[in-house]
């Protein structure tokens, strides 16, 4: 699994490691991973999906070529 290796891949190269949440209490979702009842507010993937398109967009404007 890559978030178990994360730390390493960080040492090679910048990284970085964000957690989104799937859960919604008031919808009884409440469970955690690995758990035979977790179930994912699917609500949280449009969220998900906004959050990764700006921090990669913004990485792009934002990025430098690299110096040997």
Same mark, same amino acid.
């Given at each position: 699994?890559? =978030?178990?290796d994360? =730390?390493?891949f960080a040492?090679?190269? /910048?990284g970085f490691?964000y957690?989104?949440?799937?859960?919604? /209490?008031?919808?009884?979702?409440?469970?955690?991973l690995?758990?035979?009842?977790?179930?994912?507010?699917?609500a949280?993937i449009?969220?998900?999906?906004n959050v990764?398109?700006?921090?990669? =967009?913004?990485?792009?404007t934002?990025a430098? /070529? =690299?110096?040997p």
């Amino acid at each position: 699994m890559g =978030a178990e290796d994360f =730390a390493c891949f960080a040492e090679k190269v /910048p990284g970085f490691y964000y957690w989104l949440g799937v859960g919604n /209490p008031s919808k009884g979702i409440t469970e955690m991973l690995h758990t035979p009842r977790f179930d994912v507010d699917e609500a949280c993937i449009q969220v998900g999906v906004n959050v990764m398109s700006q921090l990669v =967009a913004r990485y792009l404007t934002n990025a430098r /070529p =690299a110096t040997p």
